[in-house]
Protein backbone atom coordinates (compact mmCIF):
# COMPACT_ATOMS: atom_id res chain seq x y z
CA UNK A 1 0.00 0.00 0.00
CA UNK A 2 1.07 3.62 -0.95
CA UNK A 3 1.49 5.98 2.30
CA UNK A 4 1.76 9.69 2.09
CA UNK A 5 1.48 12.67 4.83
CA UNK A 6 0.00 15.69 4.32
CA UNK A 7 -0.91 18.62 6.78
CA UNK A 8 -4.72 18.60 6.23
CA UNK A 9 -7.20 16.01 4.16
CA UNK A 10 -10.37 17.34 3.67
CA UNK A 11 -13.15 14.59 2.56
CA UNK A 12 -15.10 15.74 -0.02
CA UNK A 13 -15.55 18.58 -2.67
CA UNK A 14 -19.14 19.69 -2.22
CA UNK A 15 -19.50 24.06 -0.80
CA UNK A 16 -18.50 22.47 3.00
CA UNK A 17 -15.42 20.83 1.29
CA UNK A 18 -14.67 23.64 -0.73
CA UNK A 19 -14.82 26.43 1.52
CA UNK A 20 -12.93 24.56 4.07
CA UNK A 21 -9.90 23.61 2.15
CA UNK A 22 -9.54 27.08 0.57
CA UNK A 23 -10.20 29.33 4.28
CA UNK A 24 -6.90 26.58 5.26
CA UNK A 25 -4.96 27.32 2.57
CA UNK A 26 -5.53 31.34 2.93
CA UNK A 27 -6.22 31.69 6.04
CA UNK A 28 -4.87 29.39 8.05
CA UNK A 29 -1.27 29.39 5.44
CA UNK A 30 -1.62 25.97 5.66
CA UNK A 31 0.49 23.94 3.24
CA UNK A 32 -0.36 20.50 1.85
CA UNK A 33 -3.44 19.98 2.06
CA UNK A 34 -5.52 17.10 0.31
CA UNK A 35 -8.96 17.40 -0.91
CA UNK A 36 -10.13 14.17 -2.42
CA UNK A 37 -13.78 13.47 -3.99
CA UNK A 38 -15.36 10.67 -5.12
CA UNK A 39 -16.36 11.25 -8.80
CA UNK A 40 -15.07 14.73 -10.03
CA UNK A 41 -14.62 17.53 -8.14
CA UNK A 42 -17.85 18.98 -9.22
CA UNK A 43 -20.62 16.56 -8.24
CA UNK A 44 -22.02 16.35 -5.15
CA UNK A 45 -25.05 17.51 -3.31
CA UNK A 46 -24.45 21.01 -2.82
CA UNK A 47 -24.30 21.53 -6.56
CA UNK A 48 -28.35 20.60 -6.97
CA UNK A 49 -29.14 23.16 -4.07
CA UNK A 50 -31.67 25.10 -5.95
CA UNK A 51 -33.61 27.75 -3.19
CA UNK A 52 -30.40 29.26 -1.59
CA UNK A 53 -28.41 30.25 1.54
CA UNK A 54 -30.37 31.76 4.41
CA UNK A 55 -28.71 35.67 4.63
CA UNK A 56 -29.41 37.22 7.63
CA UNK A 57 -28.45 40.64 6.27
CA UNK A 58 -28.86 43.80 7.66
CA UNK A 59 -29.57 45.55 4.69
CA UNK A 60 -32.88 43.18 4.92
CA UNK A 61 -35.34 45.43 7.15
CA UNK A 62 -37.90 43.08 7.91
CA UNK A 63 -35.40 40.40 9.42
CA UNK A 64 -33.09 40.14 12.25
CA UNK A 65 -30.52 37.42 13.99
CA UNK A 66 -33.45 37.12 16.47
CA UNK A 67 -36.29 36.34 14.11
CA UNK A 68 -33.59 33.95 12.39
CA UNK A 69 -33.18 31.98 15.83
CA UNK A 70 -36.97 31.76 16.54
CA UNK A 71 -38.17 30.48 12.67
CA UNK A 72 -35.04 28.00 13.06
CA UNK A 73 -35.95 26.62 16.69
CA UNK A 74 -39.76 26.34 15.56
CA UNK A 75 -38.73 24.53 12.88
CA UNK A 76 -36.65 22.16 14.77
CA UNK A 77 -39.73 21.04 16.90
CA UNK A 78 -37.78 21.66 20.47
CA UNK A 79 -34.97 19.15 19.52
CA UNK A 80 -32.36 22.47 17.78
CA UNK A 81 -29.27 23.11 19.92
CA UNK A 82 -30.12 26.53 20.77
CA UNK A 83 -26.29 27.76 21.01
CA UNK A 84 -25.97 26.08 17.49
CA UNK A 85 -28.44 28.05 16.62
CA UNK A 86 -27.34 30.86 17.52
CA UNK A 87 -23.79 30.95 16.53
CA UNK A 88 -25.01 29.89 13.10
CA UNK A 89 -27.59 32.80 12.28
CA UNK A 90 -25.23 35.49 14.06
CA UNK A 91 -22.81 34.13 11.22
CA UNK A 92 -24.92 34.33 8.27
CA UNK A 93 -23.46 37.68 7.45
CA UNK A 94 -20.16 37.55 8.07
CA UNK A 95 -19.44 34.37 5.81
CA UNK A 96 -22.39 35.86 3.16
CA UNK A 97 -19.41 38.60 2.90
CA UNK A 98 -16.67 36.14 2.90
CA UNK A 99 -18.30 34.37 -0.23
CA UNK A 100 -18.71 37.74 -1.86
CA UNK A 101 -14.94 37.99 -1.46
CA UNK A 102 -13.97 34.64 -2.78
CA UNK A 103 -16.40 35.96 -5.82
CA UNK A 104 -19.55 34.12 -5.92
CA UNK A 105 -22.45 36.80 -6.42
CA UNK A 106 -26.32 36.39 -5.49
CA UNK A 107 -29.05 38.06 -7.49
CA UNK A 108 -29.85 41.50 -7.10
CA UNK A 109 -32.21 44.03 -8.15
CA UNK A 110 -31.75 47.00 -10.26
CA UNK A 111 -30.61 48.91 -7.16
CA UNK A 112 -28.27 46.53 -6.48
CA UNK A 113 -29.46 45.51 -3.60
CA UNK A 114 -30.18 41.34 -2.69
CA UNK A 115 -33.37 40.02 -3.72
CA UNK A 116 -34.18 37.54 -1.10
CA UNK A 117 -36.60 35.13 -1.68
CA UNK A 118 -39.41 33.34 0.72
CA UNK A 119 -39.15 29.01 1.80
CA UNK A 120 -41.84 27.29 3.59
CA UNK A 121 -41.56 28.07 7.75
CA UNK A 122 -39.53 31.42 7.27
CA UNK A 123 -41.69 34.00 9.00
CA UNK A 124 -39.27 36.70 5.92
CA UNK A 125 -37.92 36.67 2.59
CA UNK A 126 -34.06 35.92 3.52
CA UNK A 127 -32.91 33.53 1.42
CA UNK A 128 -30.47 34.43 -1.26
CA UNK A 129 -29.75 32.94 -4.58
CA UNK A 130 -27.92 33.05 -7.79
CA UNK A 131 -28.57 32.03 -11.25
CA UNK A 132 -32.42 32.42 -9.93
CA UNK A 133 -32.63 28.23 -8.90
CA UNK A 134 -29.19 27.30 -9.12
CA UNK A 135 -27.60 28.76 -6.13
CA UNK A 136 -25.36 25.42 -5.59
CA UNK A 137 -24.15 24.73 -8.66
CA UNK A 138 -22.97 28.58 -8.64
CA UNK A 139 -21.07 28.42 -5.54
CA UNK A 140 -19.42 25.63 -6.55
CA UNK A 141 -18.66 26.22 -9.54
CA UNK A 142 -16.62 29.71 -7.96
CA UNK A 143 -15.36 27.69 -4.97
CA UNK A 144 -13.87 24.39 -7.41
CA UNK A 145 -12.48 27.11 -10.06
CA UNK A 146 -10.81 28.62 -6.76
CA UNK A 147 -9.50 25.31 -5.67
CA UNK A 148 -8.00 24.34 -8.59
CA UNK A 149 -5.56 27.15 -8.62
CA UNK A 150 -4.57 26.78 -5.07
CA UNK A 151 -0.93 26.19 -5.11
CA UNK A 152 -1.30 24.35 -1.68
CA UNK A 153 -4.40 22.32 -2.54
CA UNK A 154 -3.91 19.37 -4.04
CA UNK A 155 -7.17 17.56 -5.33
CA UNK A 156 -7.73 13.60 -5.93
CA UNK A 157 -10.54 12.89 -8.23
CA UNK A 158 -11.71 9.28 -8.00
CA UNK A 159 -10.83 8.64 -4.69
CA UNK A 160 -13.19 7.24 -1.89
CA UNK A 161 -12.28 6.87 1.70
CA UNK A 162 -12.53 3.92 2.92
CA UNK A 163 -11.09 3.99 6.64
CA UNK A 164 -10.26 6.41 9.07
CA UNK A 165 -6.79 5.27 10.77
CA UNK A 166 -7.66 6.21 14.84
CA UNK A 167 -4.62 4.91 16.92
CA UNK A 168 -4.90 2.94 20.24
CA UNK A 169 -5.46 6.43 21.72
CA UNK A 170 -8.24 6.51 19.80
CA UNK A 171 -7.00 9.88 18.17
CA UNK A 172 -7.31 10.21 14.15
CA UNK A 173 -3.67 10.02 12.78
CA UNK A 174 -5.54 9.88 8.71
CA UNK A 175 -7.09 8.09 6.18
CA UNK A 176 -6.58 5.05 4.16
CA UNK A 177 -8.22 5.60 0.42
CA UNK A 178 -9.22 3.76 -2.53
CA UNK A 179 -8.78 4.86 -6.18
CA UNK A 180 -11.65 3.94 -8.20
CA UNK A 181 -9.91 3.24 -11.61
CA UNK A 182 -6.33 2.22 -10.98
CA UNK A 183 -7.85 -0.48 -7.22
CA UNK A 184 -5.12 1.04 -5.31
CA UNK A 185 -4.73 1.69 -2.04
CA UNK A 186 -2.86 4.45 -0.10
CA UNK A 187 -2.72 5.17 3.84
CA UNK A 188 -2.54 9.21 3.80
CA UNK A 189 -1.66 10.34 7.33
CA UNK A 190 -2.55 13.94 9.01
CA UNK A 191 -3.37 15.37 12.22
CA UNK A 192 -6.32 17.24 10.15
CA UNK A 193 -9.15 14.97 8.35
CA UNK A 194 -12.54 16.88 7.66
CA UNK A 195 -15.44 14.62 7.04
CA UNK A 196 -17.36 16.87 4.26
CA UNK A 197 -18.85 13.90 2.37
CA UNK A 198 -22.67 15.05 2.41
CA UNK A 199 -25.39 12.95 3.32
CA UNK A 200 -27.24 9.67 2.84
CA UNK A 201 -30.27 10.53 -0.27
CA UNK A 202 -29.22 7.23 -1.94
CA UNK A 203 -30.66 4.80 0.63
CA UNK A 204 -33.48 5.28 -0.22
CA UNK A 205 -35.89 4.51 -3.00
CA UNK A 206 -36.68 8.19 -4.02
CA UNK A 207 -34.42 10.72 -3.53
CA UNK A 208 -33.38 14.58 -4.81
CA UNK A 209 -29.62 13.33 -4.28
CA UNK A 210 -26.82 12.55 -6.73
CA UNK A 211 -25.74 8.81 -6.73
CA UNK A 212 -22.39 9.80 -5.13
CA UNK A 213 -24.58 10.37 -1.91
CA UNK A 214 -23.74 7.20 0.11
CA UNK A 215 -22.86 7.77 3.70
CA UNK A 216 -19.21 7.65 3.54
CA UNK A 217 -18.00 9.99 5.58
CA UNK A 218 -20.99 9.08 8.54
CA UNK A 219 -20.20 5.63 7.84
CA UNK A 220 -16.53 5.92 8.05
CA UNK A 221 -16.87 8.24 11.33
CA UNK A 222 -19.24 5.86 13.27
CA UNK A 223 -16.99 2.81 12.10
CA UNK A 224 -13.72 4.89 13.68
CA UNK A 225 -15.85 5.18 16.73
CA UNK A 226 -17.06 8.36 16.53
CA UNK A 227 -20.54 9.54 18.13
CA UNK A 228 -23.35 9.66 16.11
CA UNK A 229 -26.86 11.47 16.60
CA UNK A 230 -30.53 12.42 15.33
CA UNK A 231 -29.86 9.67 12.91
CA UNK A 232 -33.55 8.78 12.80
CA UNK A 233 -34.41 12.38 11.35
CA UNK A 234 -34.48 12.21 7.84
CA UNK A 235 -35.69 15.44 5.56
CA UNK A 236 -37.97 14.09 2.57
CA UNK A 237 -39.04 16.91 0.22
CA UNK A 238 -42.47 17.36 -0.20
CA UNK A 239 -41.99 18.31 -4.23
CA UNK A 240 -39.68 16.25 -6.62
CA UNK A 241 -40.70 15.98 -9.78
CA UNK A 242 -42.31 12.80 -10.27
CA UNK A 243 -41.10 11.68 -13.81
CA UNK A 244 -42.26 8.12 -12.73
CA UNK A 245 -38.98 7.01 -14.99
CA UNK A 246 -36.01 8.27 -12.82
CA UNK A 247 -34.79 7.44 -9.91
CA UNK A 248 -33.06 10.45 -8.40
CA UNK A 249 -35.85 13.25 -9.02
CA UNK A 250 -35.32 16.35 -9.95
CA UNK A 251 -36.23 19.10 -7.29
CA UNK A 252 -38.86 21.62 -7.22
CA UNK A 253 -37.72 23.85 -5.04
CA UNK A 254 -39.25 25.17 -2.29
CA UNK A 255 -39.19 28.57 -3.65
CA UNK A 256 -41.70 28.15 -6.16
CA UNK A 257 -44.28 27.49 -3.37
CA UNK A 258 -42.32 30.58 -1.73
CA UNK A 259 -43.51 32.64 -4.89
CA UNK A 260 -47.00 31.38 -5.05
CA UNK A 261 -47.62 27.86 -6.44
CA UNK A 262 -50.35 25.84 -5.10
CA UNK A 263 -50.47 22.48 -4.38
CA UNK A 264 -53.47 20.40 -5.83
CA UNK A 265 -54.91 17.09 -6.59
CA UNK A 266 -55.63 15.50 -10.02
CA UNK A 267 -58.60 17.66 -10.41
CA UNK A 268 -57.26 21.36 -9.65
CA UNK A 269 -58.51 21.53 -5.81
CA UNK A 270 -56.00 22.80 -3.44
CA UNK A 271 -55.68 20.88 -0.41
CA UNK A 272 -53.06 22.47 2.65
CA UNK A 273 -55.66 24.16 4.09
CA UNK A 274 -56.79 20.74 5.66
CA UNK A 275 -53.37 20.99 7.18
CA UNK A 276 -52.29 23.61 8.71
CA UNK A 277 -52.62 27.44 8.25
CA UNK A 278 -49.34 28.19 6.85
CA UNK A 279 -50.85 26.91 3.83
CA UNK A 280 -47.83 25.65 1.07
CA UNK A 281 -45.60 27.44 3.38
CA UNK A 282 -45.82 25.16 6.36
CA UNK A 283 -42.77 23.29 7.34
CA UNK A 284 -41.39 20.71 5.31
CA UNK A 285 -42.46 17.62 7.34
CA UNK A 286 -46.21 18.60 7.86
CA UNK A 287 -46.17 19.51 3.62
CA UNK A 288 -44.40 16.38 3.06
CA UNK A 289 -46.81 14.30 5.38
CA UNK A 290 -50.05 16.43 4.02
CA UNK A 291 -48.84 15.18 0.01
CA UNK A 292 -48.65 11.63 1.17
CA UNK A 293 -51.64 11.24 2.60
CA UNK A 294 -53.46 13.10 -0.43
CA UNK A 295 -51.61 10.15 -2.69
CA UNK A 296 -52.52 7.46 0.08
CA UNK A 297 -55.90 8.41 0.26
CA UNK A 298 -56.38 8.95 -3.59
CA UNK A 299 -54.40 6.09 -4.44
CA UNK A 300 -52.32 8.25 -6.93
CA UNK A 301 -48.47 7.90 -7.33
CA UNK A 302 -48.36 11.98 -7.33
CA UNK A 303 -50.15 15.36 -6.74
CA UNK A 304 -49.59 18.68 -8.37
CA UNK A 305 -47.92 21.99 -8.21
CA UNK A 306 -49.67 24.80 -9.68
CA UNK A 307 -46.91 27.36 -10.95
CA UNK A 308 -48.53 28.90 -13.82
CA UNK A 309 -50.06 31.36 -11.24
CA UNK A 310 -46.80 32.96 -10.71
CA UNK A 311 -46.16 35.43 -13.25
CA UNK A 312 -44.44 34.57 -16.58
CA UNK A 313 -41.39 36.74 -15.88
CA UNK A 314 -41.12 35.72 -12.57
CA UNK A 315 -41.07 32.60 -13.03
CA UNK A 316 -38.59 32.71 -16.19
CA UNK A 317 -36.39 34.58 -14.12
CA UNK A 318 -36.31 32.77 -10.96
CA UNK A 319 -36.63 29.35 -12.00
CA UNK A 320 -34.54 29.07 -15.49
CA UNK A 321 -33.55 25.50 -14.30
CA UNK A 322 -36.55 24.32 -13.57
CA UNK A 323 -38.78 25.60 -16.79
CA UNK A 324 -35.76 23.73 -19.13
CA UNK A 325 -35.83 20.48 -16.58
CA UNK A 326 -40.33 20.84 -17.15
CA UNK A 327 -39.88 21.22 -21.03
CA UNK A 328 -37.18 18.28 -20.81
CA UNK A 329 -39.72 16.11 -19.46
CA UNK A 330 -42.03 17.47 -22.32
CA UNK A 331 -44.73 20.04 -20.43
CA UNK A 332 -44.83 22.96 -19.58
CA UNK A 333 -44.60 24.44 -16.19
CA UNK A 334 -46.51 27.46 -17.32
CA UNK A 335 -49.21 25.93 -18.60
CA UNK A 336 -49.77 22.62 -16.97
CA UNK A 337 -49.57 21.79 -13.37
CA UNK A 338 -46.28 19.98 -12.10
CA UNK A 339 -46.31 16.30 -10.83
CA UNK A 340 -44.52 16.10 -7.97
CA UNK A 341 -44.25 13.51 -5.06
CA UNK A 342 -42.18 13.43 -1.42
CA UNK A 343 -38.55 12.17 -1.98
CA UNK A 344 -35.40 11.91 1.02
CA UNK A 345 -33.62 14.95 0.53
CA UNK A 346 -31.27 15.47 3.59
CA UNK A 347 -29.98 13.83 6.83
CA UNK A 348 -30.45 16.11 9.46
CA UNK A 349 -28.50 13.85 12.00
CA UNK A 350 -24.81 12.75 11.27
CA UNK A 351 -21.32 13.21 13.25
CA UNK A 352 -22.17 14.70 16.49
CA UNK A 353 -19.96 18.10 16.04
CA UNK A 354 -19.44 21.49 18.09
CA UNK A 355 -20.08 24.38 15.69
CA UNK A 356 -16.61 23.96 15.43
CA UNK A 357 -16.85 20.86 13.35
CA UNK A 358 -14.78 18.93 16.41
CA UNK A 359 -16.05 15.57 16.39
CA UNK A 360 -15.55 13.05 19.69
CA UNK A 361 -12.59 11.92 18.23
CA UNK A 362 -9.24 14.20 18.52
CA UNK A 363 -8.08 15.30 15.08
CA UNK A 364 -11.19 14.22 13.27
CA UNK A 365 -13.68 17.11 12.37
CA UNK A 366 -16.92 17.12 10.38
CA UNK A 367 -18.69 19.90 8.17
CA UNK A 368 -22.22 19.95 6.45
CA UNK A 369 -24.67 17.07 6.15
CA UNK A 370 -21.70 14.45 7.27
CA UNK A 371 -22.66 16.53 10.48
CA UNK A 372 -24.76 17.36 12.98
CA UNK A 373 -24.54 20.18 15.12
CA UNK A 374 -28.18 20.08 16.21
CA UNK A 375 -29.18 23.25 14.06
CA UNK A 376 -31.55 21.45 12.45
CA UNK A 377 -33.21 19.56 15.59
CA UNK A 378 -36.21 17.38 14.07
CA UNK A 379 -36.54 19.43 11.08
CA UNK A 380 -34.63 21.75 8.90
CA UNK A 381 -35.73 24.86 7.78
CA UNK A 382 -35.13 25.43 4.36
CA UNK A 383 -32.01 26.67 2.93
CA UNK A 384 -30.14 26.13 6.49
CA UNK A 385 -28.08 23.54 5.45
CA UNK A 386 -25.91 25.75 3.42
CA UNK A 387 -25.37 28.47 5.77
CA UNK A 388 -24.61 25.77 7.78
CA UNK A 389 -21.77 24.29 5.77
CA UNK A 390 -20.06 27.25 5.60
CA UNK A 391 -20.34 29.14 9.21
CA UNK A 392 -19.14 25.74 10.23
CA UNK A 393 -16.23 25.21 7.96
CA UNK A 394 -15.36 29.06 8.99
CA UNK A 395 -15.66 28.20 12.17
CA UNK A 396 -13.06 24.92 11.89
CA UNK A 397 -10.68 27.06 10.64
CA UNK A 398 -10.85 29.74 13.22
CA UNK A 399 -10.36 26.67 15.75
CA UNK A 400 -7.71 25.26 13.79
CA UNK A 401 -5.98 28.73 14.56
CA UNK A 402 -5.52 28.31 17.72
CA UNK A 403 -4.16 24.74 17.50
CA UNK A 404 -0.72 23.18 17.11
CA UNK A 405 -0.72 21.35 14.02
CA UNK A 406 1.85 18.78 14.01
CA UNK A 407 3.05 17.37 11.11
CA UNK A 408 2.78 13.05 11.22
CA UNK A 409 5.28 10.78 10.06
CA UNK A 410 3.56 7.26 8.85
CA UNK A 411 6.98 5.42 9.96
CA UNK A 412 5.70 6.22 13.60
CA UNK A 413 2.32 6.26 13.54
CA UNK A 414 2.47 2.76 11.77
CA UNK A 415 4.18 1.16 14.45
CA UNK A 416 0.74 1.41 16.79
CA UNK A 417 -1.06 -1.97 17.04
CA UNK A 418 -4.37 -0.42 15.90
CA UNK A 419 -2.93 1.41 12.93
CA UNK A 420 -1.07 -1.85 12.02
CA UNK A 421 -4.02 -4.10 12.44
CA UNK A 422 -6.55 -1.55 9.98
CA UNK A 423 -3.38 -2.05 7.37
CA UNK A 424 -3.18 -5.74 7.55
CA UNK A 425 -7.01 -5.44 6.82
CA UNK A 426 -6.44 -3.92 3.31
CA UNK A 427 -3.04 -5.39 2.38
CA UNK A 428 -5.04 -8.93 2.47
CA UNK A 429 -6.93 -10.04 -0.74
CA UNK A 430 -10.52 -9.39 -0.93
CA UNK A 431 -12.22 -12.17 -0.54
CA UNK A 432 -14.62 -13.05 -3.58
CA UNK A 433 -18.53 -12.88 -3.19
CA UNK A 434 -20.73 -13.21 -6.43
CA UNK A 435 -23.19 -11.36 -4.75
CA UNK A 436 -25.18 -9.03 -7.06
CA UNK A 437 -24.69 -5.56 -6.05
CA UNK A 438 -27.30 -3.55 -7.81
CA UNK A 439 -30.03 -5.47 -6.93
CA UNK A 440 -29.15 -5.77 -3.23
CA UNK A 441 -28.39 -2.14 -3.35
CA UNK A 442 -32.34 -1.90 -4.61
CA UNK A 443 -33.51 -4.00 -2.34
CA UNK A 444 -31.94 -1.64 0.47
CA UNK A 445 -33.57 1.26 -1.32
CA UNK A 446 -37.22 -0.25 -1.42
CA UNK A 447 -37.01 -1.33 2.35
CA UNK A 448 -35.65 1.79 3.49
CA UNK A 449 -38.39 3.61 1.45
CA UNK A 450 -41.40 1.36 2.72
CA UNK A 451 -40.46 0.43 6.48
CA UNK A 452 -38.14 3.87 8.18
CA UNK A 453 -39.92 6.39 5.44
CA UNK A 454 -41.89 9.04 5.97
CA UNK A 455 -44.52 7.19 8.36
CA UNK A 456 -43.12 4.87 10.25
CA UNK A 457 -44.61 1.77 12.75
CA UNK A 458 -42.61 -0.21 15.23
CA UNK A 459 -43.81 -3.42 13.49
CA UNK A 460 -42.45 -2.15 9.89
CA UNK A 461 -39.11 -1.23 11.15
CA UNK A 462 -38.65 -4.27 12.85
CA UNK A 463 -39.12 -6.32 9.48
CA UNK A 464 -36.94 -3.92 7.95
CA UNK A 465 -34.39 -4.42 10.52
CA UNK A 466 -35.06 -8.09 9.85
CA UNK A 467 -34.55 -7.77 6.10
CA UNK A 468 -31.47 -5.26 6.35
CA UNK A 469 -29.75 -7.81 8.18
CA UNK A 470 -30.57 -10.42 5.56
CA UNK A 471 -29.33 -8.14 3.22
CA UNK A 472 -26.32 -7.13 5.00
CA UNK A 473 -25.58 -11.00 5.34
CA UNK A 474 -26.10 -11.58 1.60
CA UNK A 475 -23.24 -8.41 1.06
CA UNK A 476 -20.56 -10.08 3.25
CA UNK A 477 -18.15 -8.03 3.36
CA UNK A 478 -17.21 -5.77 6.73
CA UNK A 479 -14.12 -4.33 5.84
CA UNK A 480 -12.30 -4.69 2.67
CA UNK A 481 -14.48 -4.41 -0.50
CA UNK A 482 -13.99 -5.47 -3.85
CA UNK A 483 -15.11 -1.80 -5.74
CA UNK A 484 -16.13 1.50 -4.85
CA UNK A 485 -20.08 -0.18 -5.43
CA UNK A 486 -18.96 -1.90 -2.67
CA UNK A 487 -17.93 -0.03 -0.21
CA UNK A 488 -21.04 2.47 -0.72
CA UNK A 489 -23.47 -0.11 -0.24
CA UNK A 490 -21.44 -1.45 2.64
CA UNK A 491 -21.50 2.42 3.89
CA UNK A 492 -25.50 2.83 2.87
CA UNK A 493 -25.78 -0.31 5.09
CA UNK A 494 -24.40 1.31 8.10
CA UNK A 495 -26.19 3.98 7.81
CA UNK A 496 -29.58 2.44 7.13
CA UNK A 497 -29.43 0.23 10.32
CA UNK A 498 -28.47 3.42 12.65
CA UNK A 499 -31.80 4.83 10.88
CA UNK A 500 -33.50 1.98 11.66
CA UNK A 501 -32.13 1.78 15.38
CA UNK A 502 -32.57 5.63 16.22
CA UNK A 503 -36.21 5.38 14.70
CA UNK A 504 -37.40 2.28 16.70
CA UNK A 505 -35.97 3.93 20.18
CA UNK A 506 -37.75 7.50 19.62
CA UNK A 507 -41.60 6.56 20.50
CA UNK A 508 -42.75 9.48 19.91
CA UNK A 509 -43.45 12.06 16.64
CA UNK A 510 -41.46 14.95 15.98
CA UNK A 511 -40.38 16.86 13.23
CA UNK A 512 -39.26 14.60 10.38
CA UNK A 513 -39.77 11.32 12.29
CA UNK A 514 -43.40 10.39 12.14
CA UNK A 515 -44.61 7.19 14.23
CA UNK A 516 -48.39 6.62 13.64
CA UNK A 517 -47.87 3.93 16.69
CA UNK A 518 -46.49 7.33 18.89
CA UNK A 519 -48.45 10.14 17.45
CA UNK A 520 -47.72 12.53 20.27
CA UNK A 521 -44.97 14.11 21.47
CA UNK A 522 -42.60 13.34 24.54
CA UNK A 523 -40.12 14.72 26.82
CA UNK A 524 -37.56 16.20 24.09
CA UNK A 525 -34.20 14.01 24.39
CA UNK A 526 -31.27 13.15 21.79
CA UNK A 527 -30.01 10.01 20.84
CA UNK A 528 -26.20 8.95 20.56
CA UNK A 529 -24.88 6.01 19.45
CA UNK A 530 -21.08 4.77 19.11
CA UNK A 531 -19.10 1.31 18.74
CA UNK A 532 -16.87 2.66 21.49
CA UNK A 533 -19.63 2.02 23.89
CA UNK A 534 -20.47 -1.46 21.93
CA UNK A 535 -23.43 0.49 20.22
CA UNK A 536 -25.02 1.34 22.95
CA UNK A 537 -27.89 3.68 22.44
CA UNK A 538 -27.89 6.93 25.04
CA UNK A 539 -30.38 9.48 25.66
CA UNK A 540 -29.89 13.20 26.64
CA UNK A 541 -32.74 15.20 27.52
CA UNK A 542 -32.71 18.39 25.70
CA UNK A 543 -33.35 22.05 27.98
C1 LIG B 1 -35.32 23.88 -2.14
O1 LIG B 1 -34.91 24.70 -2.96
O2 LIG B 1 -36.51 23.63 -1.95
C2 LIG B 1 -34.31 23.13 -1.34
C3 LIG B 1 -33.60 24.03 -0.45
C4 LIG B 1 -33.18 23.29 0.78
O3 LIG B 1 -33.20 22.07 0.79
O4 LIG B 1 -32.87 23.95 1.76
Known amino acids: MKRSEQTAIVVGSGISGLYTALRLSKNNKFKNILLITKTNILECNSRYAQGGIVGVMKENEADSVTLHIKDTLKAGAGLSDKEAVKIISENSEKVINNLLEYGVEFDRDEENKFKFTMEGAHSVRRILHSGGDATGLCIEKVLSEKVLTEPNIQVKEETTIVEILTDSKETCRGVIVYNNITKEYEAIYSNVVILATGGIGQLYKYTTNPSVTTGDGIAAAYRAGAVVQDMEFVQFHPTAYNAKTEKNMFLISEAVRGEGAKLVDENGNTFMEKYDERLELASRDIVTRAIYNEMRIRGTKNVYLNAAVIQKDTFLNRFPTINEMCKKNGMDPLKENIPVSPAAHYMMGGVKTTEAG ?9 VGETACTGLHGANRLASNSLLECVVTAYEITEFLKEKQIERTEFLKEEKDSKIKAVLMKYNEDCKKNSVNLVTLKQKLQNLMWEKAGIIRNEKDLKTGLKELEEIQEAFGYTDKCPSKEAYELRNLII ?17 GHYREDYTGKIEPARHYATTINKGKYEEIYVK
Do not use: P
Request: proline residues 0%.
Open 495 to 511: CGKLIIEFALNRKESRG
Open 358 to 366: VTSITNLYA
